[in-house]
């Protein structure tokens, strides 16, 4: 299975290419998000590896705004204990998926791994990649299953909520005042 999407970023002046594929292993993900926020132009690109689970077990993030280059590696075990440039990173214990605001791909992640049920809701630690305010740091979600295809999504402390639209592969359709999808190819292999 592949599946390339094109999200704008309505908040973000954003423009996005994600390319899903499945492997063997789990999920591969690359993508390349160009944008224009608070007079910053960037250019963010993102791979990331999860096993069948969608447990989250590798990121390569390389992003560039302010006439600013960063790039950062992070590997997990999808057990919650993680390594940046072959250090442990203890600061992000208990953390299995990562979380980039400038992308709506990032909620696929819980939304996929966390499989709730309708009115189900669990509360998640993540590793919150703010590559704009060039913060990273752990944080708690919250998600909660309201329909087949719609999930709510909560910061906690709850400083910002919104309800989030998927397709049946969890990927986001709409993202209300912050991302919609434009366009998906999909394409199965056999």
């Not at 950062?72 to 390594?83: H, P, Q, R, S």
């Not at 072959?86 to 992308?103: E, H, M, N, S, Y």
């Not at 919104?162 to 292999?189: C, H, Q, S």
């Amino acid at each position: 299975m592949q599946r390339n999407i094109l999200w704008t970023g309505r908040e973000y002046h954003s423009l996005e290419n994600c390319l899903v594929n499945s492997t063997h292993n789990g999920f591969e993900i690359n993508s390349t998000i160009i944008g224009k926020y608070e007079g910053k132009i960037y250019k963010v690109e993102y791979h990331i590896q999860t096993n069948r689970h969608w447990e989250t077990v590798f990121l390569e993030l390389k992003s560039q705004h302010s006439n600013q280059r960063e790039r950062l590696t992070l590997k997990g075990d999808a057990k919650g204990n993680w390594t940046s440039t072959g250090r442990r990173a203890d600061q992000f214990k208990g953390c299995i998926d990562v979380d980039i605001p400038l992308t709506p791909f990032t909620n696929t992640l819980p939304i996929n791994r966390l499989r709730l049920s309708p009115n189900e809701e669990r509360q998640i630690s993540v590793i919150y990649l703010d590559l704009l305010e060039q913060q990273v740091k752990p944080v708690y979600q919250k998600y909660t299953r309201l329909s087949e295809l719609e999930f709510q999504y909560e910061n906690v402390p709850n400083d910002f909520e919104a309800k989030i639209e998927v397709d049946e592969l969890g990927l986001v359709v709409n993202y209300p005042a912050l991302f919609v999808r434009t366009a998906i190819l999909k394409t199965d292999y056999r």
